[in-house]
């Protein structure tokens, strides 16, 4: 079982950064590939980056490739994500996921946070 809590959630304008960052209790969390994922009003939840345990193998979702970074640090239990140039399409819930297979597919997860609100004005 993983407990994971988001936080660094905010209001930004447009072209601005935020750091996400995502908190894990529980035992093995090297082992579990890390994700983030979002979710806009009126919308489905989408994939943004995933983040594998022991190679660090990572990918992105198309908008946001060159622009985000996932990292993580076992000895904290903790998965970031780094948000630059910010754009107001970026507003959504993220929401940190922890799962057995590396995926950009949602039911991949068994495991997800709370969420944490990112608004980016224009």
């Known amino acids: 079982q993983v407990q994971l809590v988001e936080s660094g959630g905010g209001l930004v304008q447009a072209g601005g950064s935020l750091r996400l960052s995502c908190a894990a209790s529980g035992r093995l969390f090297s082992t579990y590939n890390m994700g983030w994922f979002r979710q806009a009003p009126g919308k489905e939840r989408e994939f943004v980056a995933v983040i594998s345990g022991t190679f660090r193998r990572t990918a992105y979702e198309d908008s946001v490739k060159g622009r985000f970074a996932i990292s993580r640090d076992d000895s904290k239990n903790t998965v970031d994500l780094q948000m630059n140039s910010l754009k107001p399409e970026d507003t959504a819930v993220y929401y940190c996921?922890?799962?057995?297979?590396?995926?950009?597919?949602?039911?991949?997860?068994?495991?997800w946070g709370q969420g944490t609100q990112v608004t980016v004005s224009s």
């Open positions: 996921a922890a799962g057995g297979t590396w995926s950009t597919l949602d039911g991949a997860y068994a495991f």
